[in-house]
């Protein structure tokens, strides 16, 4: 038998442990809330390997905005909006086509020069590259001129119109076309009667333009 002593001490051992099982128990809820949940199996796997060259997506993707098909799909932005007779989204397409491509045009010419001398695939490859954009910077500067002067701002039609007889030569198609705007524009009162030439420039300038 238990005396009633005895029976005493144990009621308060008993007491006294109460708080901290309480409290045990209180926080098992607490550290589980806390645990990091374990991933998947296939999470690991979803993701990309970054290091991998694979994985690394190339600039002359669409998606791309610096980029030949990025300029080109703002042309054609632009196009799809001059058909609409909507000036102001034709503008901003074009001028921002017009940037694109000559900000391509100053990289290809800096990156194939760094090469002059060294590696001549290099360099001409670079530079068909700086024309090939130059060109394109052109015709998306004759288009924004145009739409400046079907907005009725020969102001802003003026400037681009002599950029792009300075940078294709007033023999080339593109560059006449240009003259004959100024002629229209009565910015000029001689016309022009040099000859056409439709041959690929022997260097296109890719000196940036405002």
């Given amino acids: ?9 144990l009621g308060f051992t008993c007491l006294a442990f109460l708080p901290l099982s309480v409290t045990l128990t209180l926080l098992q809820p607490v550290q589980a809330q806390n645990q990091v949940p374990a991933l998947p199996e296939d999470a690991s796997q979803s ?3 970054f290091t991998d060259p694979n994985n690394i997506r190339p600039l002359s993707q669409d ?10 799909r703002l042309l054609s932005e632009a196009n799809s909006a001059i058909s609409s007779q909507n000036y102001a989204i034709a ?11 000559n900000q391509l045009s100053n990289f290809y010419q800096q990156l ?9 695939r290099v360099y001409e490859s670079q530079r068909q590259k700086a024309v090939q954009a130059a060109q394109l910077r052109d015709e998306a500067t004759y288009q924004l ?11 802003l039609a003026v400037p681009l119109l002599i950029q792009i007889v300075r940078s294709q030569q007033p023999t080339r198609d593109l560059g006449k076309k ?3 705007q100024l002629v229209e524009l009565g910015f000029i009162d001689t016309p022009s009667t040099t000859p056409a030439s439709n041959n690929p420039p022997a ?3 890719s000196a940036p333009q405002r």
């Fill in 91 to 101: 503008a901003k397409k074009l001028q921002d086509a017009r940037q694109v491509f």
């Fill in 203 to 205: 260097s296109s300038s």
């Fill in 63 to 72: 998606s791309s905005l610096l980029s030949m098909p990025g300029g080109q």
């Fill in 145 to 155: 001129a145009l739409v400046h002067r079907a907005q009725n701002q020969p102001d």
């Fill in 47 to 49: 993701q990309p390997d």
């Fill in 112 to 120: 194939g020069s760094s090469f002059s001398g060294i590696d001549n």
């Fill in 1 to 9: 038998m238990v005396s009633s002593g005895t029976a005493c001490r």
């Fill in 178 to 180: 240009a003259y004959q």
